[in-house]
């Protein structure tokens, strides 16, 4: 099913019946990328999952956006399907989206279901800011004659290496949407965590290495409401690798009573 909001087509999918739980994927995912926690869900639960913007089935925003845009989408959708006041079950970029809500509308979320959530600053070494400001300088001399100096001088072609850094997930991107991308990695959300006022439960892999475990130990730290349990050996992907676990888990805080 499609939910226009502007030029934005939401593709997104409804499935089970009982109270209702979103799912915000993570970036570069899609809907179906908790395809087997809503399959398992939907015994308990409406489950509507969608595809953000640029991703999945959805289409592509016209120019570079940032969490709010994502975080506005989303709050139109909410509201058009009657979900104030639902459950919702996050994983990576999805949390941010998540973070940004709730810390604006608090009630806006019954419970708030955090896996490898991303949204604080990573901790940055020397070796960093080294890579960073290269590159900065090499895509300043790319757009200069010094870029062809250096070539013909030492053989260095500036353009390329300027071209060819990055991740291959950055690469892959559309201009704007590279943009979009660097919009978002760079807002740090840790103001938020303080004004989160549902019940908050954090589910993170121990060997997660894109949002590290510390991470979620601050924001358990900072959220008012939250608890967090450590997926063993788990990835950035724990939830899928630790199913029945996250599942067991997840299950109990939905339907309980109380806090996280």
Request: glycine fraction near 8%; proline fraction near 5%; charge should be neutral.
């Amino acid at each position: 099913m499609v939910f226009s909001v502007g030029e934005i087509d939401l593709f997104y999918k409804v499935i089970g019946q009982g109270p209702p739980v979103l799912m915000l994927h993570g970036w570069g995912g899609c809907a179906d990328s908790f395809a087997p926690v809503s399959q398992r869900l939907a015994n308990l639960f409406t489950v509507y999952a969608i595809d953000f913007p640029g991703h999945g089935q959805s289409s592509w925003p016209k120019e570079p956006w940032h969490v709010q845009d994502y975080a506005d989408v989303v709050r139109r959708f909410m509201r058009e399907m009657g979900l104030e006041g639902c459950y919702v079950v996050a994983h990576s970029f999805g949390c941010r989206v998540v973070l940004k809500l709730a810390s604006q509308e608090p009630a806006l979320f019954k419970k708030i279901v955090f896996t490898g959530g991303a949204g604080i600053r990573p901790k940055r070494d020397f070796a960093y800011y080294r890579r960073v400001y290269a590159y900065k300088f090499a895509k300043h001399m790319a757009k200069h004659r010094f870029g062809v100096w250096l070539y013909k001088l030492f053989g260095v072609d500036v353009k390329a290496k300027v071209e060819n850094a990055g991740s291959e997930e950055y690469k892959a991107l559309p201009e704007h949407m590279r943009r979009t991308f660097s919009n978002i990695v760079n807002e740090d959300l840790t103001p938020c965590l303080e004004k989160i006022k549902a019940p908050t439960l954090l589910l993170w892999g121990t060997e997660d290495t894109a949002t590290p475990l510390w991470m979620g130990e601050l924001m358990e730290e900072k959220i008012p409401d939250a608890g967090l349990i450590k997926l063993e050996g788990g990835s950035h992907f724990a939830y899928l690798e630790h199913l029945e676990q996250f599942l067991t888990v997840v299950i109990y805080f939905l339907t309980s009573e109380g806090k996280a």
